[in-house]
Nanobody, 126 residues
Framework: VQLQASGGGLVQAGGSLRLSCAAS????????VGWFRQAPGKEREFVAA????????YYADSVKYRFTLSRGDAKNAVFLQMNSLKPEDTATYYC????????????????????WGQGTLVTVSS
């Protein structure tokens, strides 16, 4: 599986960015896709996840009501709309794939994912 994350950049606090994750290498009718982030000197942090088949996404409390994860029409791409960005959202954002149908609430765990994209840097200035 290959994942390509894009859309990062520099934005002022309160602004918005839309990240994209395009996946290839298998049929994405099962499993899930997740977004994680890692700031310099900090551990990787779960952001959001959803099943490739659709349905309600699962969000970390820190981004709930500000970030929206959605699936594209192509069924192998997802978008992370990030609004009301804060300086503490600054990090490299990674998308990841798992072919296993874990329960939604288990998708916070990065070790459940089989493949990872290369990351896209988001910098939020104050």
């Amino acid at each position: 599986v290959q994942l390509q994350a894009s859309g990062g950049g520099l934005v002022q606090a309160g602004g918005s960015l839309r990240l994209s994750c395009a996946a290839s290498g298998r049929t994405f009718s099962s499993g899930a896709v997740g977004w994680f982030r890692q700031a310099p000197g900090k551990e990787r942090e779960f952001v959001a996840a959803m099943r490739w088949s659709g349905g309600r996404p699962y969000y970390a409390d820190s981004v709930k009501y500000r970030f929206t994860l959605s699936r594209g029409d192509a069924k192998n791409a997802v978008f992370l709309q990030m609004n009301s960005l804060k300086p503490e959202d600054t990090a490299t954002y990674y998308c990841a794939d798992t072919a296993t149908n874990y329960i939604l609430s288990a998708l916070w765990d990065g070790f459940r994912y089989d493949g990872w994209g290369q990351g896209t840097l988001v910098t939020v200035s104050s």
